[in-house]
Nanobody
């Protein structure tokens, strides 16, 4: 069983930065694929960024060059550094984990709101 707890959301002006963190429980954290999804009201939850056990990363096109995902296996944490934020980045961001892929993650965090507005 893995428990995920996100932190770091909030209100930021366009062009600003936020760093989201996800603390994970479990002794086998290093073996999990970790990712960040986001969801806006009435829309599907979509994958934003992912990182696997060998630190290979994936980013959806709209955040490439602006967001950076990283993991610290010793601290069992995964982070998402978000720079040059845009109003369209506004969403609830969810941390997710799975042993194989993030097509249908086994574990989810509770979500953290990110609002980009002036």
């Amino acid at each position: 069983q893995v428990q995920l707890v996100e932190s770091g959301g909030g209100l930021v002006e366009p062009g600003g930065s936020l760093r989201l963190s996800c603390a994970a429980s479990g002794r086998t954290f290093s073996r999990y694929v970790m990712g960040w999804f986001r969801q806006t009201p009435g829309k599907e939850r979509n994958l934003v960024a992912a990182i696997n056990w060998s630190n290979t990363t994936y980013y959806t096109d709209s955040v490439k060059g602006r967001f950076t995902i990283s993991r610290d296996n010793a601290k069992t944490m995964v982070s998402l550094q978000m720079n040059s934020l845009k109003p369209e980045d506004t969403a609830v961001y969810y941390c997710a984990a799975d042993k194989q892929s993030l097509v249908r993650p086994d574990y989810w965090g509770q979500g953290t709101q990110v609002t980009v507005s002036s």
